[in-house]
């Protein structure tokens, strides 16, 4: 009765911006905390250096990686849920094995688990919940992508032909760059003002890695890469390779739109195309302190909300104010904000329409500069944050993602 009190205080709508700081700041015994997060690189699709990787392959070396850094025992894990869109069965099969292969037993169950776009983030909520319910100490969420390998029309599902009667069935159908060519249009985000947003991210994300501030969160992995001749070439892989330099707003409004001769979504102000991993190691507090494992924040609230199919990039909009008002802030409360890059278009609709500084979204770039391997994408996100907000002394942050077929999600995160 005693947590249920805690948590009411922490969700409380009623509690001032500042109370709900000091409660969300506060530390107990079943706390859902975070005591490791890593990311693999991303790399381009169809030409990066994980093109010939499948997404086992990414998913279990870094489960490995995660496991050796840690020095968690395996045996202790509850579950491992790995979120995943494009494999057939969202990698149910490939990926149970990628667990045992990096070490974990059979004992431990395993979860597929895709919600798109957000699959990373509702993997980590979904062993987040089932450590606060009572049902596991110790879980990872993690997610993975091979675009490389899966991406392309035989990754959607067919639609009855009834389902063209219903609007918004229908709906679901529509590409995802039309969707940004509806935002920009519905919400007059202008093709400058999307080039600018996009040359930020690419500036943002080479920055940081010049300064060398993704090493911490990335594990490198071996990788075998073939070449044109199919000649095969070992490589260790560390670092983001889809960053450009250079890019200017002037730059990138020499490209031609990509789905609408008259529109404003193109190659460079969208997400990239890529592959990658992500995975993130919850325990309850009480167990992390008692097998001694750094806690280096507590993931708080996790919300998904629901949005037009045709506009599904404004998801982040509406999930953001949601989780929000769940854990009593504001968006000022936020220090950091780590919000997808799917298209520009969105993204600004997003910060603009949750009033939020944009001078505290993706300081080190986003999917725009680095990529947005689908499955990945939520992990990663928390692995970026979480380095950030430390890095910077700094508390609270909050990711979000737009989810095709017209979603929005959201988490709050306090980093110790």
């Known amino acids: 009765m005693e947590r249920l009190s805690q948590l009411s205080n922490q969700i409380s709508p009623n509690a001032t911006s500042s109370a709900a700081i000091d409660q969300l700041s506060q530390k107990h015994p079943d706390d859902v905390v975070i005591t490791a997060a890593y990311r693999t690189a991303h790399t381009k699709g169809g030409k990066g250096a994980f093109k010939d990787t499948t997404s086992a392959e990414l998913i279990a070396e870094l489960l490995k990686g995660l496991l050796e850094r840690s020095k968690i025992d395996a045996s202790l894990i509850g579950d491992v849920v790995v979120g995943n869109v494009l494999n057939p069965g969202s990698g149910a099969t490939e990926h149970r094995a990628a667990a045992l292969y990096a070490g974990i037993p059979h004992s431990v169950p395993f979860v597929a688990l895709n919600r798109q776009c957000s699959s990373g983030l509702m993997a980590v909520n979904d062993v987040a919940l089932k450590i606060r319910g ?69 500036r943002k994300a080479a920055e940081a890695q010049d300064k060398g501030l993704f090493k911490e969160e990335i594990i490198p992995i071996k990788a075998t890469v073939i070449d044109a001749n199919d000649n095969a070439k070992e490589v260790i892989v560390d670092k983001d390779d889809g960053i450009r330099r250079g890019v200017t707003k002037e730059s990138l409004g020499k490209i ?161």
């Open 134 to 202: 009572g049902q596991i100490d110790i879980g990872i969420g993690a997610g993975v992508e091979s675009m490389s390998n899966n991406y392309g029309p035989n990754s959607v599902g067919t639609f009855p032909e009834s389902f063209k009667k219903v609007a918004d069935a229908a709906k679901c159908q529509i590409p995802m760059g039309i969707t940004s060519e509806n935002v920009a249009t519905k919400y007059h985000i202008t093709r400058e003002a999307q080039d600018e947003f996009a040359a930020n991210s690419y």
């Open 256 to 416: 031609k739109p990509a789905f609408s001769k008259t529109g404003s979504t193109h190659a460079g102000n969208a997400s990239q195309i890529s592959d990658g991993a992500g995975a993130v190691l919850l325990m309850r507090r009480s167990v992390a302190e008692k097998l001694g494992q750094p806690i280096l924040g507590k993931f708080v609230h996790a919300r998904t909300v629901g949005v037009p199919p045709e506009i599904m990039g404004v998801g982040p909009a509406y999930a953001i104010p949601a989780v929000l008002k769940d854990v009593g802030l504001t968006v000022d409360d936020v220090d950091i904000y780590e919000i997808n890059e799917a298209f520009a278009s969105q993204a600004l609709f997003s910060i603009h329409e949750a009033k939020i500084d944009i001078n505290k979204v993706n300081p080190k770039g986003g999917a725009i500069a680095f990529g947005h391997p689908l499955g990945a994408t939520g992990a990663r996100q928390i692995s970026t944050l979480l380095t950030e907000l430390r890095r910077t002394g700094k508390k609270i942050g909050v990711t979000s993602m737009c989810i095709g077929t017209g979603m929005g999600a959201a988490s709050v995160i306090v980093a110790e």
